[in-house]
């Protein structure tokens, strides 16, 4: 891969440590309605963009209760305990090897924009990137639409941009922009589910500079 020129990362899962936050966040919510708990390892099986599938996945009924409602409170769930999550082990030091290279750092999210630039400014990261690019609610619809807006803006060919996810999403977005990619089993969907893309397959974040050389 020694012709890339612009790394986009995904955020969650990818460069946030925090499935296991979804695990426990999404269980509160399903302990107060008396519903089936998660595991990580079912959570890595069921969990699909946009969201409101996983909802569904999981036994929510929309037409009882608004997606809304139940989005909005696993969110404040989430936030609640965000001062605890970290970054994927040896994700800075990828982050400045990177740009020791010469390639540019954008990130491509589905966490609302404004949690995005406060996390990445928390963790003191933000200045590794040239785009942050979140959506304007916390929904988690889709990357697509602002994936292929990303891709008109940047100044490299498709085939010198490179995405590095961590779901099958990740994926689609990537064949969507016509850019390689790269998929992590370091989150929100597990080896398998990612093997059955046409993706390479990392162990780690610290692979993808292996990977450029």
């Given amino acids: 891969m020694k012709s890339i020129k612009q ?3 995904d955020w969650n899962g ?3 440590d925090d499935a296991w936050l979804c695990v426990q966040s999404m269980n509160k919510v399903l302990q107060r309605r008396q519903m089936p708990e998660l595991t990580s390892a079912r959570y890595q099986e069921v969990f699909d963009f946009p969201v409101i599938k996983y909802y569904e996945l999981l036994g929510f009924d929309f037409k009882k209760e608004p997606f809304t409602i139940v989005g909005t ?3 404040n769930e989430y936030y609640k305990n965000s001062h605890k999550l970290d970054l994927q082990e040896g994700a800075k030091k990828v982050f400045n090897t990177i740009k020791e290279k010469g390639i540019s750092q954008s990130i491509l999210s589905a966490q609302k924009q404004s949690s995005l630039e406060k996390l990445l400014k928390d963790f003191q990261i933000d200045k ?3 785009h942050i690019i979140g959506l304007d609610n916390h929904y988690a619809h889709s990357k697509t639409e602002n994936g292929l807006k990303l891709i008109e803006t940047l100044p490299q060919e498709p085939n010198e941009v490179l995405l590095v996810g961590d779901t099958v999403h990740d ?3 990537a064949e ?3 850019v390689k990619c790269v998929l992590i089993p370091s989150g929100h969907h597990s080896r398998k589910k990612l093997e059955n893309t046409d993706s390479i397959i990392a162990n780690s ?3 993808i500079v292996q990977m450029l050389d």
């Fill in 7 to 9: 790394i986009i990362w």
């Fill in 14 to 16: 990818t460069l946030l």
């Fill in 73 to 75: 409170e696993f969110i």
């Fill in 128 to 130: 590794y990137f040239e």
């Fill in 171 to 173: 994926f689609e977005v």
């Fill in 176 to 178: 969507k922009m016509k």
């Fill in 205 to 207: 974040v610290n692979d």
